[in-house]
T-cell receptor, first 110, second 116 residues
């Protein structure tokens, strides 16, 4: 089973920041938090990942709480093309694979 | 970067025939690749782990004789759906890990299989 909890859906106005929360209260000390998104009928796209420090790249920012039990993905200026299902994942499979939960369906509206 | 190429992107086949899907790591070597399946409106589910030079590891409930995996080189893994049936129609996605600490896991673009 997935080790993360995300809201099933969120709406965001175009141009505004989208803040997507994720709970991972059982994360172990050396597990990274990965964020991916999946646009309909495409493979998951890597967004960002982090261990304990906040991270930022050209796509998004990742804020991880000090206790590492939750994190927030921030898309600073959401566009219509950011409409997708966003997955917050900690590697947890016995084969070293990523385990996907149901993710958050983000709808960016004009 | 880390790029994974998957081919074909979609395929339609008749019941009873076999279909091969290729997954290539283009700019890195991958001793392990993962094969996922995704049914409509559901999340990705791991089917099997492909290991270069050894047998694949299948998840519970996945028939190894039906879903043949070959990982013949460090850059290529193939999934063959044998004797396909309509219930095998799904979205198949492969993934490889270059260096998860720095790059995360990279996914192919997926293959939409429709069995008629």
């Amino acid at each position: 089973d997935a080790k993360t909890t995300q809201p099933p859906s969120m709406d965001c106005a175009e141009g505004r920041a989208a803040n997507l929360p994720c709970n991972h209260s059982t994360i172990s000390g050396n597990e990274y938090v990965y964020w991916y998104r999946q646009i309909h009928s495409q493979g998951p796209q890597y967004i960002i990942h982090g261990l304990k420090n906040n991270e930022t790249n050209e796509m998004a920012s990742l804020i991880i709480t000090e206790d590492r039990k939750s994190s927030t993905l921030i898309l600073p200026h959401a566009t219509l093309r950011d409409t997708a299902v966003y997955y917050c994942i900690t590697r947890g499979g016995s084969q070293g694979n990523l385990i996907f939960g149901k993710g958050t369906k983000l709808s960016v509206k004009p | 970067g880390a790029v994974v190429s998957q081919h074909p992107s979609w395929v339609i086949c008749k019941s009873g025939t076999s279909v091969k899907i290729e997954c290539r790591s283009l700019d890195f070597q991958a001793t392990t690749m993962f094969w996922y399946r995704q049914f409509p409106k559901q999340s990705l589910m791991l089917m099997a782990t492909s290991n270069e030079g050894s047998k694949a590891t299948y998840e519970q409930g996945v028939e190894k004789d039906k879903f043949l995996i070959n990982h013949a080189s460090l850059t290529l893994s193939t999934l063959t759906v044998t004797s396909a049936h309509p219930e095998d129609s799904s979205f198949y996605i492969c993934s490889a890990n270059k260096d998860s600490a720095n790059y995360g896991y990279t996914f192919g673009s997926g293959t939409r299989l429709t069995v008629v």
